[in-house]
């Protein structure tokens, strides 16, 4: 697991709460496979369903720091949350997992297309490092 977001350098340390982030939605896609499989449980899957909830929070108020506005992102938790109720409502299976799969990407994707559309204000704004250093799939 990533660092929680308390050791992010400074407020408004962009390039780090986007880090941490990512590594939650690849830590989430990451669990659910192991929950379909029965070697993760639903309390795991919630526990990082909250880290994504607490590095989302702090991204947001990283970007509102610098006056970049995103919120047009901030349903992603809500609708994330509801996918997983749906999934976790069913017995673990790797077939459950792909029915959902495809919709928890496409939240985390929406997501990750927001955060990339503010590069330009980013960079307006004297961010220096790169807000997004890898794709999380």
């Known amino acids: 697991m990533h660092p929680p977001t308390y050791y992010q350098r400074a407020q408004g340390d962009v390039p780090s ?3 941490n982030l990512l590594l939650s939605m690849k830590q989430l896609q990451d669990i ?8 993760a449980t639903e ?4 526990d990082v369903y909250v880290q994504i909830g607490t590095d989302f929070n702090a991204t947001v108020n990283a970007f509102t720091y610098h006056k970049i506005d995103l919120s047009d992102l901030h349903s992603i938790p809500k609708d994330l949350r509801a996918v997983l109720e ?3 409502g069913e017995d673990p299976s790797p ?3 792909a029915v959902f799969m495809p919709q ?9 297309r927001g ?4 590069q330009d204000a980013w960079r307006t704004v004297g961010g ?5 250093p890898f794709d999380p799939r």
């Open 95 to 97: 077939q459950i997992l």
């Open 86 to 88: 749906q999934c976790l």
């Open 17 to 19: 709460a986007v880090r």
């Open 115 to 118: 955060l990339q559309s503010r």
């Open 32 to 39: 659910l496979k192991y929950w379909s499989v029965g070697q």
């Open 43 to 46: 309390a795991q899957v919630s």
């Open 128 to 132: 220096q490092m790169p807000m997004i």
């Open 104 to 112: 928890v990407r496409q939240v985390l994707h929406r997501l990750l």
